[in-house]
């Protein structure tokens, strides 16, 4: 197998400025030290250069990365000047973005060159609390304004609850108006509050309800997943995000903890299973051959049998592998066949072939 990238997924802290209701990732945490840091990037540099991979990437995520300060990207920096002389790593991060001020906007503006970052907004409901347990929406949404006016790229999250239900056309335009170029509607997941507790067949009908608004609007606004969906169904081309695609052997995906930790997840990460090891103690080689390191791919390309025959395989490929059951199957398995039922319903497909059989592009 050719290596063609490298994607790390790197969390500096689990430590975090907001309190959100439904977080996973909050526990007591040690932060990513320096001297970590460094065997981090120069075992990567090692494996990089001796399979001629020009083409790294390193996602910084949390917790909330921009609480690690501008002092330590101003060493990633430094460190990446000293071990990839020839090769720029593709910076990107994952935020709440509220503390994009100061110092660290400045930092970052050098550090991040591709301009890309996740951020995540709820604009009617109080479930992104800050630490102080009021409402972090009003310093998010400064942190996003600034993050547009300084070209940032950014894909933006949005967490369906219970209560989106009521709001699904106010939700939709109030991301397309603010300006970020996509919005990802991502299911609250293990959340018992009845407030917000979401159902299969709760997601089912939100997606639903924004398929209709997102139509009448002759789908002008990047929503996703709906918007790979329709490409899929009106084109054939597979879709490309880790919970509905298929994750590539040739561009292998690792997680690494502020204690060094090593996950093909980073959901795994928040559960605390599926440690492959720790890089003070494994080369590159010797993580990419642990049979944990493909967990994904491989249970994409393994369904189960129901999954399988399932006419709507090439839509879901079995959902995030997170998510999974003990059968293989999504947890959000019935609400997803709700919105794949509509979908495949509608006039406006025309012609397409919208009954995912084995022979479609894509398909496993």
């Avoid at 526990?27 to 990037?41: A, D, G, Q, R, V």
């Avoid at 996740?118 to 609390?129: E, K």
């Avoid at 109030?174 to 067949?201: A, C, M, R």
């Avoid at 993580?287 to 189960?304: F, G, Q, T, V």
């Amino acid at each position: 197998m050719t290596i063609q990238s490298i994607n790390l997924l790197v969390k500096p802290t689990l430590a975090c400025n907001a309190r959100c209701l439904y977080c996973h990732s909050l526990k007591p945490t040690n932060n990513l030290s320096i001297p970590l840091l460094e065997h981090l990037l120069e075992k990567l540099a090692a494996f990089t250069n001796g399979h001629n991979i020009a083409n790294v990437s390193m996602n910084w995520h949390g917790g909330e990365p921009m609480l690690m300060g501008s002092g330590f990207y101003e060493t990633v920096m430094e460190l990446e000047k000293r071990f990839f002389p020839h090769t720029q790593i593709r910076h990107t991060m994952q935020s709440n973005v509220c503390l994009y001020t100061g110092e660290t906007r400045e930092t970052l503006l050098k550090l991040m060159h591709a301009r890309i970052i996740g951020a995540c907004l709820d604009p009617f409901h109080p479930t992104r609390l800050t630490a102080q347990g009021t409402d972090s929406f009003p310093q998010s949404l400064k942190g996003t304004l600034a993050l547009l006016r300084d070209g940032f790229f950014i894909g933006m999250i949005y967490v369906v609850h219970k209560k989106s239900l009521e709001v699904v056309e106010d939700l939709y335009y109030f991301f397309k108006n603010l300006g970020v170029p996509s919005i990802l509607f991502h299911p609250l997941e293990e959340f018992g509050n009845p407030d917000y507790h979401l159902t299969p067949q709760d997601y089912g009908e939100f997606l639903k309800r924004l398929w209709d608004v997102w139509e009448e609007d002759d789908y002008e606004f990047n929503v996703s997943p709906l918007a790979e969906w329709r490409r899929f169904l009106r084109s054939g081309q597979p879709c490309s995000s880790c919970e509905y695609g298929a994750p590539s052997r040739e561009s292998p995906h690792i997680v690494v903890s502020p204690e060094g930790d090593l996950y093909p997840c980073h959901r795994f990460q928040d559960k605390r299973i599926h440690c492959m090891g720790n890089i003070g103690d494994l080369t590159f080689e010797e993580i990419l051959s642990h049979p944990w390191a493909h967990l994904l791919s491989d249970s994409k390309e393994n369904l189960c049998s129901e999954c399988a025959e399932c006419e709507y395989v090439s839509l879901c490929r079995s959902g995030c592998v997170a998510t999974h059951d003990r059968s293989g199957k999504t947890f959000w398995c019935e609400g997803l066949k709700k919105i794949f039922e509509y979908v495949k319903s509608k006039e406006s497909f025309g012609d397409a072939d919208v009954q995912c059989s084995h022979a479609v592009p894509g398909c496993i």
